[in-house]
């Protein structure tokens, strides 16, 4: 079986590699747009939610009805668990941040995308998150007494 000269040409270099490299960026580019649009939404969802619950929850009397702080135990997890999740998404965006990049310098593109706007955005929500899940084991605590 002989080889063609299609066959050994390296991956890349024939006519239709820039278009390969097009539909690749287009990929990226809409992987990121998804990302970036999952988080916002997901950070809506998840501090509605809390807000509401915490809201309910805080206005009771938590001395009178300790039964009530199980009412924080949705919140917490919500909340904590969606702070690791974005933590542990934390490098991934970075390498799709840099992955972009390479992409957009191989094409010759001078306009980048700011693959830095979603890290960033991570990087609060984690914050935010925190500071949340501290709040509420500081009131599941203090309507203990």
Do not use: K
């Amino acid at each position: 079986m002989s080889e063609s000269p299609d066959d050994t040409a390296p991956r890349g270099a024939g006519p239709t590699a820039g278009l390969d490299a097009l539909e690749g960026y287009r990929q990226a580019v809409s992987l990121y747009r998804f990302y970036l649009a999952i988080t916002i939404a997901t950070n809506i969802a998840v501090f509605a939610v809390t807000g509401a619950i915490l809201a309910y929850v805080t206005s009771l009397d938590l001395a009178a009805n300790p039964q009530a702080r199980l009412g924080l135990v949705v919140p917490f997890l919500l909340n904590s668990g969606t702070g690791f999740v974005y933590a542990r998404g934390i490098p991934e965006v970075r390498a799709l941040a840099r992955d972009l990049r390479a992409r957009e310098d191989a094409l010759g593109m001078t306009f980048h995308i700011q693959g830095e706007v979603l890290l960033r955005l991570l990087w609060v929500s984690v914050a935010g998150y925190g500071v949340v899940t501290i709040f509420i084991v500081v009131a599941g605590l203090s309507g203990a007494r």
